[in-house]
Antibody
């Protein structure tokens, strides 16, 4: 079945880096883009950006430039989110989600990973 | 700040109908998709496009759009529909996406 399996929870100190993985299975990885979504504790969903799984070209939302990097390893159908110089405010659940295109004016996320909790604390 | 605005919370009696709205200028040009999120779980897609339900989503969920407002309607709400609901669409530039502020639905 189609699924996205994310890596496990991480506890990091401020200033460290973390790399979250999102392994796809059950479909052709390069046929669909991947979104990354953040959810801070008790807060709503926040779109971080997306990566073109064909070209590897990432697009970042405002607020997620500089310390956040999306990457791929298509040989193992896996997308990655790396966050450097971690801050306490990066504490959140990070989701990957497959992007489907409905039309020129609409796309949607039909498959989600279960989320990876990143906790930043000294 | 989010470009898609939702009411923070709504309540509905069991079996009754509730409409959740999502307002934003970009909705004049783009369809919204809707996601249900229960505590401790990943979001689940419930409506996409003009008014499409993924396989497995009950037909009591429906979507509509008018002007700058997209709506998700639950007709005959069930206890299991109690959750947070988020809309998502392109932003005003069309190059990025944005989530709505989220609506907590309580089924009484």
């Amino acid at each position: 079945q189609v699924q996205l399996v994310q890596s496990g929870s991480e506890l990091k100190k401020p200033g460290a880096s973390v790399k979250v993985s999102c392994k796809a299975s059950g479909y052709t990885f390069t046929s669909y883009a991947m979104n990354w979504v953040r959810q801070a504790p008790g807060q709503g969903l926040e779109w971080m950006g997306w990566i073109n799984t064909n070209t590897g070209n990432p697009t970042y939302a405002q607020g997620f430039t500089g310390r956040f990097v999306f990457s791929l390893d298509t040989s193992v159908s896996t997308a990655y989110l790396q966050i450097s110089s971690l801050k306490a405010e990066d504490t959140a659940v990070y989701y990957c989600a497959r992007v489907r295109v409905y039309s020129r004016i609409s796309n949607y996320m039909d498959v989600w990973g279960k989320g990876t909790t990143v906790t930043v604390s000294s | 700040s989010s470009e898609l605005t939702q009411d923070p919370a709504v309540s509905v009696a069991l079996g009754q109908t509730v409409r959740i709205t999502c307002q934003g200028d970009s909705l004049r040009s783009y369809y919204a998709s809707w996601y249900q999120q229960k505590p401790g779980q990943a979001p689940v897609l419930v409506i996409y496009g003009k008014n499409n339900r993924p396989s497995g989503i009950p037909d009591r969920f429906s979507g509509s759009s008018s002007g700058n407002t997209a709506s998700l309607t639950i007709t005959g709400a069930q206890a299991e529909d109690e959750a947070d609901y988020y809309c998502n669409s392109r932003d005003s530039s069309g190059n990025h996406e944005v989530f709505g502020t989220g609506t907590k639905v309580t089924v009484l």
